[in-house]
């Protein structure tokens, strides 16, 4: 049996190296046959910081795909359930297995009319935009949201996911055909009004960001910003230029608002502290790794999990079609994905 694995160091390297799974399994364990595997990028630094160092790391953690067997005291599933979840980062099996056994604290029950190509694929991205919204922004029906790059997986499940809830959601388009994109976007059930009360266009620069929603909130800003990267100064990459400046976040908030934000080494200065204060407005990091880091809440994660695919397989969140590549392309397509030249994919076993 052959899995994906990661060669760390100055420039990672992507291997299939053959892996066996124990005889026995354990009795926490389920053995599943996998269906589906979503990749996305190998988050090296924060394998570091919490202490795990191989020489081959694992590739590829959401997964979907059917119980085979199960171990003596696991009470959620039985063989041949559809199961879909996310490996821990201490994870010794990859997710490209044909076979993997996996805690069934970290799988739900999938729905049958949700694919598994469809689960694997969006679970991650879903998984942030829930973290995000209810974990740290309490969002609420008639707050306002600024989702930044709404076209993004994870923006569009941002969007969708608030307006389920009631909220007025703007968001920032980088392109024209991203722009189009969320001009047109619409529910799959109930009242069709765009999800979207306001596309800002941001490709010919980011000044029009700030009296636009202005104008649209009254002067008064939006409750919640959901970021999907900072410009930390003025004078950055082609790319970097797209995103939004630390201090235009916190002028768009308004009082008592908060800014969730995706970017991991951000750094406050004096001034924007002094602006977050008199606003008396809040931020947090979003990482949704802890989850699985720490098992602290692992109750809640579950019923996290089990919210998203029943939303998805209602319709409610509706994903960007993926399209599943085949195990042969796995290496080629891992190393795109890390040099983020593609932000997802999915593999299909």
Same mark, same amino acid.
């Given at each position: 049996?052959?899995?994906?694995? /990661?060669?760390?160091?100055?420039?990672?390297?992507?291997?299939?190296?053959?892996?066996?799974?124990?005889?026995?399994?354990?009795?926490?364990?389920?053995?599943?046959?996998?269906?589906?595997?979503?990749?996305?990028?190998?988050?090296?630094?924060?394998?570091?910081?919490?202490?795990? $160092?191989?020489?081959?790391? +694992?590739?590829?953690?959401?997964?979907?795909?059917?119980?085979?067997?199960?171990?003596?005291?696991?009470?959620?599933?039985?063989?041949?359930?559809?199961?879909?979840?996310?490996? +821990?980062?201490?994870?010794?099996?990859?997710?490209? /297995?044909?076979?993997?056994?996996?805690?069934?604290?970290?799988?739900?029950?999938?729905?049958?009319?949700?694919?598994?190509? /469809?689960?694997?694929?969006?679970?991650?991205?879903?998984?942030?935009?829930?973290?995000?919204?209810?974990?740290?922004?309490?969002?609420?029906?008639?707050?306002?949201?600024?989702?930044?790059?709404?076209?993004?997986?994870?923006?569009?499940?941002?969007?969708?996911?608030? /307006?389920?809830?009631?909220?007025?959601?703007?968001?920032?388009?980088?392109?024209?055909?991203?722009?189009?994109?969320?001009?047109?976007?619409? +529910?799959?059930?109930?009242?069709?009004?765009?999800?979207?009360?306001?596309?800002?266009?941001?490709?010919?620069?980011?000044?029009?960001?700030?009296?636009?929603?202005?104008?649209?909130?009254?002067?008064?800003?939006?409750?919640?910003?959901?970021?999907?990267?900072?410009?930390?100064?003025?004078?950055?990459?082609?790319?970097?230029?797209?995103?939004?400046?630390?201090?235009?976040?916190?002028?768009?908030?308004?009082?008592?608002?908060?800014?969730?934000?995706?970017?991991?080494?951000?750094?406050?200065?004096?001034?924007?502290?002094?602006?977050?204060?008199?606003?008396?407005?809040?931020?947090?990091?979003?990482?949704?790794?802890?989850?699985?880091?720490?098992?602290?809440?692992?109750?809640?994660?579950?019923?996290?999990?089990?919210?998203?695919?029943?939303?998805?397989?209602?319709?409610?969140?509706?994903?960007?079609?993926?399209?599943?590549?085949?195990?042969?392309?796995?290496?080629?397509?891992?190393?795109?994905?890390?040099?983020?030249?593609?932000? $997802?994919?999915?593999?299909?076993?």
């Amino acid at each position: 049996m052959k899995g994906l694995y /990661c060669r760390a160091g100055a420039e990672p390297k992507f291997v299939i190296r053959e892996t066996t799974l124990p005889e026995v399994l354990g009795s926490h364990l389920v053995r599943v046959q996998v269906k589906a595997c979503g990749l996305s990028p190998l988050d090296l630094k924060l394998l570091d910081d919490v202490g795990i $160092k191989r020489d081959l790391i +694992p590739v590829g953690r959401e997964v979907a795909g059917v119980a085979l067997q199960v171990g003596a005291k696991v009470s959620f599933f039985q063989p041949e359930d559809e199961v879909v979840g996310i490996l +821990p980062l201490d994870s010794p099996c990859s997710g490209l /297995c044909d076979v993997i056994d996996i805690d069934e604290h970290y799988l739900v029950q999938k729905p049958e009319k949700l694919s598994s190509v /469809c689960a694997a694929g969006a679970l991650r991205d879903a998984l942030c935009a829930h973290t995000a919204l209810h974990t740290h922004a309490r969002v609420a029906a008639g707050h306002t949201l600024l989702v930044m790059d709404g076209a993004s997986s994870f923006g569009l499940m941002c969007i969708q996911l608030a /307006c389920y809830h009631g909220v007025k959601v703007f968001t920032t388009s980088h392109s024209p055909q991203q722009h189009a994109f969320l001009e047109q976007l619409r +529910p799959s059930v109930g009242v069709q009004d765009p999800l979207v009360a306001k596309v800002i266009p941001v490709f010919n620069g980011p000044a029009d960001l700030l009296p636009a929603v202005l104008e649209e909130t009254g002067g008064l800003g939006v409750d919640i910003v959901v970021d999907s990267g900072v410009r930390l100064q003025e004078e950055e990459s082609e790319e970097a230029k797209l995103l939004p400046h630390k201090h235009d976040i916190i002028s768009v908030l308004g009082v008592g608002g908060h800014w969730v934000t995706t970017h991991k080494d951000l750094q406050l200065d004096p001034p924007d502290c002094r602006l977050l204060h008199l606003k008396s407005a809040s931020m947090s990091f979003l990482n949704h790794e802890v989850w699985t880091a720490s098992s602290a809440q692992q109750g809640r994660y579950l019923h996290i999990l089990k919210d998203i695919v029943e939303k998805m397989s209602a319709g409610v969140l509706r994903p960007q079609p993926e399209e599943a590549v085949p195990l042969y392309e796995a290496t080629v397509i891992m190393e795109s994905v890390q040099r983020r030249q593609k932000k $997802k994919a999915v593999v299909q076993l």
